[in-house]
């Protein structure tokens, strides 16, 4: 799966919060970081807030998304190098001041970095994936993205000999590819039953064409 940096522009005000909510929960669920969704529209809502806070309504800014190895890293730009984020211990009766300490406590890591024209307040949260390109939901998906790719790249899937495997093999080999497409549909927020049904109604259609009569598999 490619996860490709993106970044949008925004003006720090509190009806804008939703929104950016919104859009990060959209962005990870065609990413399949469904785990980390929560914890890191938390962040864009602190973030947010800080901005609002210390440096003023209205401030235009610039929300980053972007994968670090195998962390999601979540930045925030604005102009104002001055009014740097801190970490302070705010009682639980403060109204202000809790923002870094949530970021803090929900993140693996944080910082901020200095350019000449703004400041980017930075945070990484932990995904569960063990490499950039990989899913957090198994080695099923892995291998159903290794099938779309190869299919990609080639135009079709290579025919095995039928010498070469007995029926009942190639049947648990074929039940095999279809488990860990149900996997990866599944992982990407997709109806797996509804993809199941246009593709039995599809090849019901194909058999028919051929044969002259229906055919049901039942999956």
């Known amino acids: 799966m490619s996860r490709k940096p993106w970044d949008l522009d925004f003006t720090a005000e509190p009806e804008e919060v939703a929104a950016l909510r919104r859009v990060m929960r959209l962005h990870l669920g065609v990413w399949g970081l469904h785990e980390v969704t929560d914890a890191a529209q938390l962040c864009v809502s602190e973030l947010v807030s800080n901005i609002i806070t210390h440096v003023g309504v209205g ?13 999601l890293r979540i930045e925030m730009h604005d102009p104002d190098t001055r009014a740097l984020p801190t970490l302070v211990d705010a009682g639980s009766d403060a109204e202000t001041g809790r923002g870094m ?29 063990n490499t950039l390109n990989g899913h957090v939901d198994g080695a099923g998906v892995a291998r159903a993205e290794a099938l779309l790719g190869l299919r990609e790249a080639t135009g ?3 025919e095995a000999s039928p010498n070469r495997l007995s029926r009942t093999l ?3 080999a074929a039940s095999d590819v279809i488990v860990d497409f149900l ?24 058999i028919t064409q051929v044969r002259g009569r229906p055919c049901r598999v039942r999956l």
Do not use: Y
Request: hydrophobic share 45%; charged share 25%; aromatic share 6%.
């Open 59 to 71: 401030t235009p800014a610039t929300l980053a998304v972007s994968m670090n190895g195998t962390r």
């Open 101 to 129: 300490a949530i970021v803090d406590a929900i993140a693996d890591r944080w910082g901020v970095l200095l350019h000449a024209d703004r400041k980017v307040t930075w945070c990484e949260l932990a995904t569960g994936l």
């Open 156 to 158: 079709l899937f290579c």
């Open 170 to 172: 190639a049947a648990e």
């Open 183 to 206: 996997h990866w549909l599944r992982a990407h927020g997709c109806d797996e039953e509804e993809v199941l049904d246009r593709a039995q109604t599809r090849f019901e259609a194909q």
